[in-house]
């Protein structure tokens, strides 16, 4: 599920953010902290690489690190038998 509702302490992945180019698609980092503004939850937080920019629901897309890893290996699982 892409925009899980995520919670502070939560480590998330990156899947796409207008615009950005500090962060880049795939890079995780962990949510320190839950508001509304203006109506949409932002999700502030720290990523990998020292940046400290928030998620913004309707605009940034993301999914939790263990949902996107058990997709991951669920690809390559599923490729392998392919070959």
């Known amino acids: ?17 207008p615009g950005e180019t500090s962060v880049k698609p795939l890079m995780g980092g962990v949510v320190t902290h839950v508001s509304v ?7 502030s937080v720290d990523w990998d ?4 920019l928030s998620l913004i629901s309707g605009i940034d897309m ?6 996107f890893n058990k997709k991951r290996r669920k690809r390559i699982d599923e490729s392998d038998r392919f070959k």
């Open 1 to 17: 599920m892409i925009n899980p509702v995520l919670e502070k302490g939560d480590r998330v992945i990156l899947i796409h953010m």
């Open 49 to 52: 690489n020292g940046s400290k």
């Open 37 to 43: 503004v203006y109506g949409d939850k932002q999700y």
């Open 62 to 67: 993301w999914d939790k690190e263990e949902s």
